[in-house]
């Protein structure tokens, strides 16, 4: 299934149905006064978050959403059906986004998390509603009211606990292909990875959590260079960002701040989350090359570097038991939070 996580789509809502004109004829009853029903109500525009789903590609080929009009009164104060909502059936971490593309209108960041983005119309009155003492045989109904219409944006931010970032070659869909059982695509040129990956990382049966790998960032990207920044948004909601640097590249600091200035161009809040340094491909440096890279890029980040081999496996356990550290103390935050 091809990955799309934005997608441009109509809605409308259904319009109330009419209310009618209707008196009471029945043999021996000479004044049977007016029975004109109500219509009945326009179907809603809902969204469902489900789990079942982790693109948007169903929207490319699937562009206009319109609910039904409601029923139409009947005599004998009969009131018109109302009609069914439709329900849009979009991944977990969907964003609804005015046609702006600015203004949010709905975050469905929870499994079962439902929003009516456009009410249906309300249906117009029957004459039976204009009944008073002084008008004993109303002739008037009215006509249901109109639905609601615009244009949205859906974006997709995959729900993640950890986040990989790096330039491209850094290794990550390796480390992603070790740690879970996800097999992203892995070979010897830059920009292998054209969309986010997921996988779920297993420590013990307690300790498990979900890593996002994007496509490779380059100095540049946040102005288009390359495949540019539009996959950083699938990181936006993770406790704790791995930013892997190839160790065997030579200038490593270079790499890590160009990722980061990235990052700080980007925004959304990503250079305030937790971050962990490692130093990759380890298996490919001579020990007193890991040595001094190492130190070197502890200096210039401010925090402590790990060292490891996504080939090799040297190392993985210990960033893994370090991001498990963020993502539990993230998880205890929310769940006080939430208490």
């Given at each position: ?57 169903d929207f490319r080929y699937t562009q206009h959403f319109r609910a039904a009009k409601g029923g139409n009164g009947a005599g004998a104060n009969k009131t018109g059906a109302g009609a069914r909502d439709v329900v849009i059936k979009v991944p977990v971490g969907t964003q609804i986004f005015d046609d702006d593309r600015e203004t949010l209108l709905a975050d469905l960041d929870v499994p079962g998390k439902r929003v009516v983005l456009l009410s249906g119309g309300d249906g117009g009155h029957g004459n039976t509603h204009f009944k008073s003492s002084t008008n004993r045989a109303p002739r008037r ?199």
């Amino acid at each position: 299934m091809k990955f799309l996580d934005q997608a441009k789509i109509y809605c409308r809502s259904g319009d109330g149905g009419n209310g009618v004109v209707a008196f009471r004829r029945e043999r021996f009853i000479e004044f049977g006064g007016p029975d004109g029903g109500d219509g009945g109500r326009g179907g809603n525009i809902e969204f469902e978050a489900v789990q079942n789903l982790n693109t948007l590609i169903d929207f490319r080929y699937t562009q206009h959403f319109r609910a039904a009009k409601g029923g139409n009164g009947a005599g004998a104060n009969k009131t018109g059906a109302g009609a069914r909502d439709v329900v849009i059936k979009v991944p977990v971490g969907t964003q609804i986004f005015d046609d702006d593309r600015e203004t949010l209108l709905a975050d469905l960041d929870v499994p079962g998390k439902r929003v009516v983005l456009l009410s249906g119309g309300d249906g117009g009155h029957g004459n039976t509603h204009f009944k008073s003492s002084t008008n004993r045989a109303p002739r008037r109904a009215d006509k249901g009211w109109p639905g609601e219409e615009r244009w949205v944006w859906l974006r997709l931010k995959l729900i993640a606990d950890a986040g990989l970032v790096g330039l491209p070659n850094a290794g990550k869909s390796t480390f992603l292909s070790v740690v879970s059982a996800a097999r992203p695509k892995v070979a010897d040129y830059p920009f292998t990875t054209l969309h986010p990956q997921l996988g779920v990382v297993r420590l013990s049966d307690t300790q498990e959590f979900v890593l996002a790998d994007i496509p490779g960032l380059i100095e540049g990207a946040h102005e288009g260079a390359g495949l540019g920044d539009r996959f950083l948004g699938h990181v936006e909601r993770c406790a704790v960002l791995l930013h892997l640097v190839d160790g065997a590249a030579g200038d490593v600091v270079q790499a890590w701040r160009t990722i980061r200035e990235e990052l700080t161009s980007y925004g959304g809040g990503l250079t305030d989350k937790p971050e962990i340094i490692a130093l990759n491909k380890s298996d490919a440096m001579t020990p007193r090359e890991a040595s001094a890279r190492r130190s070197a890029l502890a200096r210039a980040s401010g925090q402590p570097v790990l060292l490891l081999s996504g080939v090799s496996g040297q190392g993985v356990p210990e960033v893994l038991q370090a991001l498990w550290r963020e993502v539990a103390a993230a998880r205890a935050r929310r769940a006080g939070t939430a208490a």
